[in-house]
């Protein structure tokens, strides 16, 4: 039973464009959400997290935005670069179980010229 | 340079072999994890270490076994591989065990093929 769940499986924008990638979750414990960015060869690196008494988060380019009464949540990267193709993991945890994330099946972004 | 490392970066064996794969972290980091990364790119944790004690152990199949001699290695052996264990297996750290917030970090990890 897949906890987390990410759409697209994967995205095709323009440089310029945002891209927006959507979360879903189940288990209303969830009160954390990290995304990780993992470019091919290498391991995630954390590009942006919310907490869930937040409704958004931003960073640079980079939002977050949070619906708990839905479970949703959604990144949306705005300005599209292409070195920002890469595969996108939305992942969560709860604060009952430590640092144990659970992890979505991930959403391959790629960004054209 | 503080990161997390992992060798080998790739390893192809056949059915019924065994392997061992290395991590350490030089971010002075508390906790470590292995993470498994199958074809389709879902990643599930496996195991997490705190101060070199096993915390977590998921559902694994007992012939995967880690291994932690400090608080910055933590190494996996994979008793007579199967060709489901094909997959990337990442290691992580994150500072301190039970800080939820906590950002982890990741090895680049190893990239297993079983024949």
Partial sequence: ?113 | ETAVFQTPNYHVTQVGNEVSFNCKQTLGHDTMYWYKQDSKKLLKIMFSYNNKQLIVNETVPRRFSPQSSDKAHLNLRIKSVEPEDSAVYLCASSPHWGEFQDTQYFGPGTRLLVL
Avoid: M
């Fill in chain 1, 1 to 113: 039973q897949q906890q987390v769940r990410q759409s697209p499986q994967s995205l095709t924008v323009w440089e310029g464009e945002t891209a927006i990638l959507n979360c879903s979750y189940e288990n209303s414990a969830f009160d954390y959400f990290p995304w990780y960015q993992q470019f091919p060869g290498e391991g995630p690196a954390l590009l942006i997290s919310i907490l869930s008494v937040s409704d958004k988060k931003e960073d640079g380019r980079f939002t977050i935005f949070f619906n708990k009464r839905e479970k949703k949540l959604s990144l949306h990267i705005a300005d599209s670069q292409p070195g920002d193709s890469a595969t996108y993991f939305c992942a969560a945890s709860a604060t009952s179980s430590g640092q144990k994330l659970v992890f979505g099946q991930g959403t391959i972004l790629k960004v054209y010229l």
